[in-house]
């Protein structure tokens, strides 16, 4: 057998690495830069020199706020500031450039750390927005135009509490009815409407969708007096009715009743016998060319429209590759555009991603060889497994748009780079009336909508998208956030529902914004729903790991108290001093190993047990007089300057204090040994600090005493961790004197309050 090829063969030296990287990033279509610690460029790429109007070699070498004025100086030293904390940051600076103009910018940052995690530099990603608000405007227009679109559908849609009592209708559906005030409509049962058949009231109240044609009599509404109407004699409705709420399990909210009159399309079709022939009419008729493809771009079927816009018949079309019909620069385009969304359908890991694709915009070849811009919807066609078979598209003429977008052209690529490829979710909302003035693709793909499906919402569309029980909190935090409330630090989670109806949980932040001159909040999402699944079987794992934990620490338990016993047989028969104090030294480390187990035992139920209201200063005095009654020899100076600190917490806030307290007598060689306990109002919590007099711990050492992977820490240590993390809180650990590490460590641990807990929650 041929001996394998050593590995590094296979592997790239770092020189070509480093050639690689340097090659990447000069082709960036965004700036690049690079500082060392003390705010110099070492590297700036040709994209960012040039959008300063600088070339590379003045950039490099000069400080960074050389090439800024003073009010954004400030901006760049904040964010520095944060970076050598090892925070990653976004913000705006406006950049001025050789002939002194004014460049705007997105720059996100990051901190470059050495090997052993210290702050040597930042690097950042320089974005020019120049255009960004002549593409808002844009955006804001065409939000309109999608506003308007739905207000003026003629869907009717009705919405009815789980008893089936109407409890709001829009427009289309009072016309359709009739009805000219839609309080005359208010209390209507869907169930007493003796148009609805008795069969499809049973699958309701079942809690099955149904969807029905039915002939309307507007004579035995009427009858019935069930409410006054305008209409008179029978329509055609074609009807979709639909439980809410009772996905995942859940109880059943209400009944969403969609109308849509087809009288007169009835009519009209008398004589089409199925489905396919309505929709094939519809093809015939409408300027957008409808088409089919297979999955290797085959066209299948195009309707007739396809002549008015590129002189093609059918029949010269069908059969043909569209990317014959294509310009070459669209071709890898549509390729690109179909491998992303199997590659996404691959992702989906068997759950196959439905609803539209977002639109396409390529360039097409007209039969006289001129070329025309279309934009084109298109989602895939499955089989009954749910396999992608083919294409379904509507293409429609954009020439005229693309004509007057061209301006806008760059902006938006750039625009779109930033903010639709971001695996966060960005909105704009103003709240008088509730309304969506900006979505980006992943947040509209949080709710399986398209972005123009989002802006197209109306307020009852965005209260019904929510979980009732999120709706009253959610709009209460927009609220405050409106009156200029700084934003919270830890994420608000809601529940939301997506197009066909399954729950998702996003966790979100907000901040007032002036958009368009006008207040309005931007709220950053993210669709937390696989993490949440994700943490709860970490806890199934966590809960077998335990129950290994616990039969290990039986086992141990039996076997130290052998190793006592054997000692206690030895210290009998020895003589020697110096054997008797080995002897005793091997006792003290069984008692401690019989010590850690118990202290690790003790916390097993951490996170099965629920949180409740505790208040700090009694619990804090409690066990700092606990173990100054163990250790009369430690000296103990209690500072608590809150007296009503509430939190929530468990039996284990007890074990946190503990911990902190016993590791600040053990680890104290002094002769004095003395412990500092205090509490005080910190931001939107507390903070309690525990320190000692002792040796201190050194600057390495803080970094990484709390990092599992590492084991730097104690059982104790890390068990407090564990406890802050359950209490959604911090644990640091700091110099008793600032600067001086030999003089004592201070370990401090911040908790939220139970209001602000209660509000972000």
Known sequence: MKDPEPISNHLISQEEEATLFRALVDSMNDGFGIIDIDGVFTYVNSRFANMLNYSVDDMVGRHLLDFVDEKNKKIIRENIRRRTKGEATQYEVAWSRSTGEQVPTIVSGAPLLNREGGHRGSFAVITDITELKASRKALEENVEMMRRIFEESQLGIELFDPNGILIAANQAALDIGGISDLNDLIGFSLFDDPNVPNEFKAELIRGEAVKYETTFDFEKVKEKELYPTSRSGKIILDTWVTPLGLENGGELKGY?????????????????????????????????????????LNLTYVSPSVELLLGFSVEEVTGKSLIELMAPESVWTAIEAVKLALDEEKDAAGSLIRGDSPPLEIHLKRKDGSMVWVEVARTFTRD?????????????????????????????????ALIDQSFQGFMIIQTLPLQIKFANPAFAGFLERTVDEVLALSPKEIQSMIHP?????????????????????????????????????????????????????????????????????????????????????????????????ST??????LQDPEARRLLGQIVSSVERCQSMISKVKVTEPLMSVPLRIRKLSTTIESVAESYKNQHRDVAFDLSLKVDNALVEADQFLEQLLGNLIENAIEHNPREERIVWISLKD????????????????????????????????????????????????R???????????????????????????NNSS
Not at 517 to 532: F, G, H, K, S
């Open 682 to 729: 910190s931001g939107e919590g507390y903070e309690i600090a525990v320190s000692d007099n002792g040796q201190g711990i050194s600057g390495s050492l803080k970094a990484a005493i709390f990092d599992l992977s590492r084991r730097y820490g104690g059982v104790g240590l890390h068990q407090s961790k564990q406890i802050c993390d359950k209490y959604r809180g």
């Open 384 to 416: 009954s497994d749910g396999v992608p078979t083919g294409i379904l598209g509507v293409a429609r003429n954009i020439e005229e748009r693309k004509e007057s977008q061209k301006a806008l052209i760059k902006s938006e690529a750039k625009y779109r």
């Open 256 to 296: 969403l009743s969609q109308l849509l009159e087809i009288t007169e399309e009835k009519r009209k079709e008398a004589a089409l016998e199925d489905t396919e022939k309505r929709y094939k009419l519809l093809a015939d008729n409408i300027i957008d060319i409808i088409f089919t493809s297979d999955m290797e």
């Open 731 to 757: 644990i640091d650990v700091r110099d008793r004197v600032k600067g001086e590490p030999t003089k004592g460590a201070e370990f401090v641990v911040w908790l939220p309050s139970a209001q602000e807990r």
């Open 568 to 573: 206690m047989v030895m210290e009998m028969n």
């Open 469 to 565: 029980d999120d709706w009253d909190p959610a709009m209460k935090r927009l609220e405050e956030l409106m009156k200029g409330e700084p934003p919270q630090r830890i994420p608000m989670l809601i529940r939301v529902f997506q197009k066909d109806g399954d729950m998702q949980w996003l966790e979100i932040f907000g901040r007032r914004v002036e958009y368009e001159e006008a207040p309005a909040l931007q709220i950053v999402t993210m669709n937390v729903t696989d993490r949440l699944d994700a943490e709860k079987h970490i806890e199934t794992q966590k809960e077998r790991a335990m129950h290994l934990i616990d039969l290990m620490a039986h086992d141990f338990r039996n076997q130290l108290q052998i190793i006592l016993g």
